[in-house]
T-cell receptor, first 113, second 111 residues
Framework: GENVEQHPSTLSVQEGDSAVIKCTYS??????FPWYKQELGKRPQLIID?????GEKKDQRIAVTLNKTAKHFSLHITETQPEDSAVYFC????????????FGKGTKLSVKP | GAGVSQSPRYKVAKRGQDVALRCDPI?????LFWYQQALGQGPEFLTY????????KSGLPSDRFFAERPEGSVSTLKIQRTQQEDSAVYLC?????????FGPGTRLTVT
């Protein structure tokens, strides 16, 4: 079955710096790769996603890249702000049409002012 | 519009009790998912519905876990004879075009 590995588990950056989180997946049939932000005690929030027919997608300070050949995808946050501090999860769909997601273990991002 | 809602938000159960967790999906969303999130971990898939049909229950950890969505809208996750290892946050998500939107979760504590 699908396995998603996420690195690093913790990341600390200064405000204004960039942050990069990387994920790898195992199921070559996966086609959908969302990223979620979860603040303490809150629900996971979808922040950006990418589908397998696209190599890169950007939304303001957030971008995601996908390398299907290497089976890895990354989240890039530029000009980080303290409110970006949260746990970020990558996920991949389970290689079928039903869409249930397999999540990475999360990256705790801390942005120091 | 309204997002996914779940109730109760918190539930404390004594070991051996049965619990029922409710999920109200976004109106019109055909697909509904249940996940279990342990402390410090990512959500783990439990089960999936398309309308009222339960198409995948491969993630349910034991036969004490049961989910239903009889009218294709509201869903209930039931856990019978709760055990301490069932303590977790139970998240529901509804989906449109693969994009899954999560509810706030129910934090279950089994004492």
């Amino acid at each position: 079955g699908e396995n998603v590995e996420q690195h690093p588990s913790t990341l600390s950056v200064q405000e204004g710096d960039s942050a990069v989180i990387k994920c790898t997946y195992s199921d070559s049939a996966s086609n959908y790769f969302p990223w979620y932000k979860q603040e303490l005690g809150k629900r996971p929030q979808l922040i950006i996603d990418i589908r397998s027919n696209v190599g890169e997608k950007k939304d303001q300070r957030i971008a995601v890249t996908l390398n299907k050949t290497a089976k890895h995808f990354s989240l890039h946050i530029t000009e980080t702000q303290p409110e970006d501090s949260a746990v970020y999860f990558c996920a991949a769909d389970y290689g079928g049409s039903q869409g249930n997601l397999i999540f990475g273990k999360g990256t705790k991002l801390s942005v120091k002012p | 519009g309204a997002g996914v809602s779940q109730s109760p938000r918190y539930k404390v159960a004594k070991r051996g009790q049965d619990v029922a967790l409710r999920c109200d999906p976004i109106s019109g969303h055909v697909s509904l998912f249940w996940y279990q999130q342990a402390l410090g971990q990512g959500p783990e898939f439990l089960t999936y519905f398309q309308n009222e049909a339960q198409l995948d229950k491969s993630g349910l950890p034991s036969d004490r876990f049961f989910a239903e969505r009889p009218e294709g809208s509201v869903s209930t996750l039931k856990i019978q004879r709760t055990q301490q290892e069932d303590s977790a946050v139970y998240l529901c998500a509804s989906s449109f075009l693969n994009e899954q939107y999560f509810g706030p979760g129910t934090r279950l504590t089994v004492t």
